[in-house]
């Protein structure tokens, strides 16, 4: 077996390696989740309620959340936030809705506390986050 030559590697869907490497690597994910994203835009042109669904189920938290609770946070802080805002405007696209902030502040709690459950991402990161010694 032959050693690589280059630091740069991804164990189970992190990146490890140099900030050219891992920032390269969260914006590739974000575009994979992008390209699912603006699916759901089509789908919810004709039925709304089944696009909010699979973007709050399969397109949305649980895209990106694996990167945000194991990666530094200076390398996925403004990707994490850029694709909050796709998601965002992927809501206000599917349902004909838009939001204002205070709304959307409501919206992002969960369904249990009267909200529709839209996470935000760089709240799960700022919980649990390699340089705060949740994962390492």
Same mark, same amino acid.
Not at 24 to 49: E, H, M, T, W, Y
Not at 70 to 90: M, R
């Given at each position: 077996?032959?050693?690589?030559?280059?630091?740069?590697?991804?164990? =189970? /869907? *992190?990146?490890?390696?140099?900030?050219?490497?891992?920032?390269?690597?969260?914006?590739?994910?974000?575009?994979?989740?992008?390209?699912?994203?603006?699916? &759901?835009?089509?789908? %919810?042109?004709?039925?709304?309620?089944?696009?909010? =669904?699979?973007?709050?189920?399969? /397109?949305?938290?649980?895209?990106?959340?694996?990167?945000?609770?194991? $990666?530094?946070? @200076? &390398?996925?802080?403004?990707?994490?936030?850029?694709?909050?805002?796709?998601?965002?405007?992927?809501? $206000?696209?599917? $349902?004909?809705?838009?939001? @204002?902030?205070?709304?959307?502040?409501?919206?992002?709690?969960?369904?249990? *506390?009267?909200?529709?459950?839209?996470? @935000? &991402?760089?709240?799960?990161?700022?919980?649990?986050?390699?340089?705060?010694? %949740?994962? %390492?």
């Amino acid at each position: 077996m032959k050693r690589p030559s280059t630091p740069n590697l991804e164990v =189970l /869907g *992190r990146p490890i390696g140099d900030i050219i490497f891992c920032a390269k690597f969260v914006a590739n994910q974000r575009a994979k989740a992008c390209a699912l994203i603006s699916r &759901l835009q089509q789908v %919810g042109s004709k039925d709304p309620q089944v696009a909010y =669904l699979l973007l709050h189920f399969c /397109g949305s938290f649980c895209k990106m959340v694996h990167l945000a609770r194991s $990666t530094l946070p @200076s &390398l996925v802080a403004e990707v994490l936030s850029i694709f909050y805002l796709d998601i965002c405007c992927c809501f $206000t696209e599917c $349902t004909s809705v838009d939001v @204002s902030n205070v709304a959307w502040q409501q919206a992002q709690l969960s369904p249990s *506390r009267g909200g529709l459950g839209p996470q @935000s &991402l760089l709240h799960q990161q700022a919980q649990l986050s390699p340089s705060r010694g %949740g994962l %390492g």
